[in-house]
């Protein structure tokens, strides 16, 4: 499971999530650090893609499949970090928007304007998770890809679709608009039954 897939699923496992995130503040300062440091991890793949590309007419002809795979996994992982800063760029959003709002610092208009640019955030973690899922599957040559490419569709395109689901139902809440369409989280969290001990 990957945290920008989990805090929409705690969310929406929450009593009541049309009023905003309950206990984020303590995370906010880590999902600013994720950013940061995703961002900075794919500017450094970005770079590291463009010395690859420059390596291409230098490749022997036996290397070429080889030189394919890294530059395919390198834009394929930059690709992954841009949709993590997307997603974890709207939940910064989310939460802010409802700090600001239930401290009385912005009126009900600027709530339902701010989720409109929160929906737009994660509306493009999904399209990137989704094409960085596409640019993986292009080359996959070993076992080991196949194990990855499974869990990319798992949480970059089925996760990512089910966090926008659920922020659509609380921004659509606000928007007053249908808010109550199910979410199928349990495509990829399984809920077993609990026990009680004998008594």
């Avoid at 984020?24 to 690859?52: D, I, M, P």
């Avoid at 530059?71 to 993590?84: P, Q, V």
């Avoid at 239930?102 to 208009?109: D, F, G, L, Y």
Wanted: proline residues 5%; glycine residues 8%.
């Amino acid at each position: 499971m990957i945290p920008e897939v989990a805090t929409a699923y705690r969310l929406y496992k929450q009593p009541n999530p049309f009023d905003g995130p309950e206990g984020w503040e303590g995370s906010v300062k880590q999902r600013q650090q994720r950013v940061e440091y995703f961002t900075r991890g794919g500017e450094l793949l970005r770079k590291a893609l463009g010395h690859l590309e420059a390596a291409s007419p230098k490749v022997a002809t036996g290397a070429r499949e080889e030189l394919n795979y890294l530059r395919n996994k390198t834009e394929s992982y930059a690709g992954l970090l841009d949709t993590l800063v997307k997603a974890q760029q709207g939940y910064l959003a989310f939460e802010e928007t409802f700090r600001l709002y239930k401290a009385k610092n912005i009126e009900r208009a600027d709530l339902v304007r701010r989720l409109g640019t929160v929906m737009e955030r994660l509306a493009e973690a999904r399209r990137l998770g989704r094409r960085t899922t596409e640019t993986f599957a292009l080359v996959a040559d070993h076992p080991s890809d196949l194990g990855v490419l499974y869990r990319a569709n798992l949480f970059l395109v089925t996760g990512l679709e089910l966090v926008e689901e659920t922020m659509r139902n609380i921004v659509n809440y606000h928007h007053g608009r249908e808010y109550t369409r199910p979410v199928a989280w349990d495509k990829i969290y399984r809920e077993f039954p609990r026990f009680s001990p004998e008594r």
